[in-house]
């Protein structure tokens, strides 16, 4: 019994032993086995591994890229001294573990402290080369090539390759920015006033135009209109010359008739006439102003 209970322990004491002895090196981890204290080896490849319990530790590190964000962004003068806010980022892996762990204690914050303020006076120091317009625009591909290659001198001790540093984002400080959105704005306006006036300039022109088209149709029109009505008016006058020339005592009935029915426009008119008036014998029918009394029998028979 004291033998079966004896191999038991064994069991029990090896299956710990090789479980806390045993690690398994992911594919996106450096393996850092330390003894003592001191760096051993450095596994790279993964699969599974071996190291002494008690006598041993193991320290895994992220071999992949890693991205380091500007904590602080703050202003940094141009070369013509305007002040410029840059938002930056870097990109940068662990080449060599030990010199990563000898160098930040194997501590990630440790490493990019050191790194963030490195870049910043790298930024700072290439920046004051620039002018705004440069750093906006035509001058911003060689500036972060600069910096980068700065930064893979500078880097050299932290154990890490530098992969890529970019410009996110480029401002004015709000002071700076107040006064050139305020410029904007009045160079906007100008614009806009300008373009208000070129309308106001071509919409009195059209107008003019317009009101000389008209002017010169309605005269035109009017012209026509009144030859038009004088033509009528002799052909009127003609075909009238005509018909009372061939019964002339008609015609002066017709005229009477005419100044009559001209006389009475409304049905309240009231003329006062003489009776012995042509104008009131000619309402009796008992002859016609022209005519006299041999006339009269004629008008009423008819």
């Known amino acids: 019994m004291n033998r079966i209970f004896l191999a038991i322990g064994i069991a029990v004491i090896a299956v710990l032993v090789a479980s806390s002895s045993l690690f398994i090196v992911d594919q996106r981890k450096v393996a850092v086995i330390k003894t ?4 051993k080896s450095v596994i790279t490849e993964p699969g599974l591994n071996f190291n002494w319990p008690l006598v ?12 380091l964000d500007n904590p602080t962004p703050g202003p940094i003068f141009t070369a013509e001294k305007k002040s410029l806010v840059i938002d930056w980022l870097v990109k940068w892996r662990i080449n060599d573990a030990r ?40 001058e911003r591909a060689r ?48 614009v806009a006033n300008l373009a208000r006036s070129e309308g106001g300039a071509i919409k009195e022109k ?23 009505k004088g033509d009528a008016d002799g052909q009127a006058t003609q075909i009238y010359g005509e018909a ?36 009131f014998k000619a309402m009796r029918g008992s002859g016609t102003p022209a005519g006299g009394a041999a006339d009269a029998p004629a008008a009423k028979k008819h």
């Open 36 to 39: 003592f204290g001191e760096i």
């Open 56 to 67: 041993q530790t193991v320290s895994m590190l992220d071999k992949r890229i890693q991205t």
């Open 143 to 190: 500036i972060m090539s600069n910096v980068k290659d700065r930064l893979e001198v500078e880097s050299k001790s932290f154990g890490i390759d530098i992969i890529d540093v970019r410009i996110k984002r480029v401002d004015f400080v709000p002071e700076v920015t107040s006064s050139v959105y305020n410029r904007m704005k009045a160079e906007r306006s100008q």
């Open 244 to 279: 009372f020339g061939r019964d002339p005592k008609f015609a002066q009935f017709y005229r009477n008739l005419e100044a009559y029915r001209a006389s009475f426009n409304k049905k309240s008119d009231v003329v006062v006439v003489d009776s012995s008036s042509d104008f």
């Open 206 to 228: 059209i107008s003019a135009d317009a009101d000389r088209q008209v002017a010169v149709i309605l005269s035109e029109a009017q012209l026509e209109a009144q030859k038009t």
């Open 99 to 138: 010199q990563f762990i000898r160098n930040n204690s194997g501590e990630q914050r440790n490493l990019e402290i050191r790194l963030a303020a490195v870049t910043q006076a790298t930024f700072n120091e290439e920046i004051t080369k620039h002018t705004v317009r440069g750093v906006l625009s035509d």
